[in-house]
Every structure is written in C-alpha cells, then in structure tokens.
C-alpha cells in the first residue's frame, strides 16, 4: 500500500485545515488508517484514527473536539478535518495504514504503511 499525505499549509491560529490521505495498490477495506504528528525535537504521536470496516473512530484528548476523521470508500481516501487550530498543533502530520489492527494498538505509532508526512504549521 502506497499513501500519499496532503493538505498541510500555514494557517493562523483558530483557523482550519483538511489533509487527506490517498491509497494506491489497493483499497483500505478491513484496514485501520491513522493520523500522527511529530514536531521538531519531540517524538510521533498519535492524533485520531478510522477503522475502514465499521468506521470506528478515534482521538487523541489533545485534539478531540476540534478534528474530525473521515473515510470516503468511493474515493479510498481518509480525511482529518482540522478546526480551531493551536500553535501546538505545528507539526509534520503523517498518515499510516495497517491491516486488521487491533483497538488496543489504534494509538501506536508501529502501524506497517507510512505516507510522506505533510506539515502544518500553525502561527499565533
């Protein structure tokens, strides 16, 4: 599975963005797609995540609230929706793919498919 990230761009706080995250080689039907940051000099973490099958979502308390993961199963494609965005936010956002991850590991960044990252930053 390839992944290709987009969407990121400099925005001001408060303000929005959507990254998408395409697929190619193959759909992600019984995958779990996730969405981590890492910004400079602090380790990737996990941000939200969607499990294809059942659409299952999940967040990291820093961001629940303000984004939103989306699937598009027509397009195979995953969204984050970022609204009210912080300086703390700044980041490269990277999407990642696994098949039939488990609940318990949606938050670990050891998922098999990486994208490229793409970097969000955020001014106050």
């Known amino acids: 599975v390839q992944l290709q990230a987009s969407g990121g761009g400099l925005v001001q706080a408060g303000g929005f963005l959507r990254l998408s995250c395409a697929a190619s080689g193959r759909t992600f039907s019984n995958y779990a797609v996730g969405w981590f940051r890492q910004a400079p000099g602090k380790e990737r973490e996990f941000v939200a995540a969607?499990?294809?099958?059942?659409?299952?979502?999940f967040y990291a308390d820093s961001v629940r609230g303000r984004f939103a993961i989306s699937r598009d199963t027509a397009k195979n494609m995953v969204s984050l929706q970022m609204n009210s965005l912080k300086p703390q936010d700044t980041a490269v956002y990277f999407c990642?793919?696994?098949?039939?991850?488990?609940?318990?590991?949606?938050?670990?960044?050891?998922?098999?498919?990486w994208g490229q990252g793409t970097l969000v930053t955020v001014s106050s």
């Open positions: 990642a793919a696994d098949y039939g991850r488990i609940t318990g590991r949606i938050r670990k960044p050891d998922y098999v498919y």
């Open positions: 969607i499990k294809w099958s059942g659409g299952g979502t």
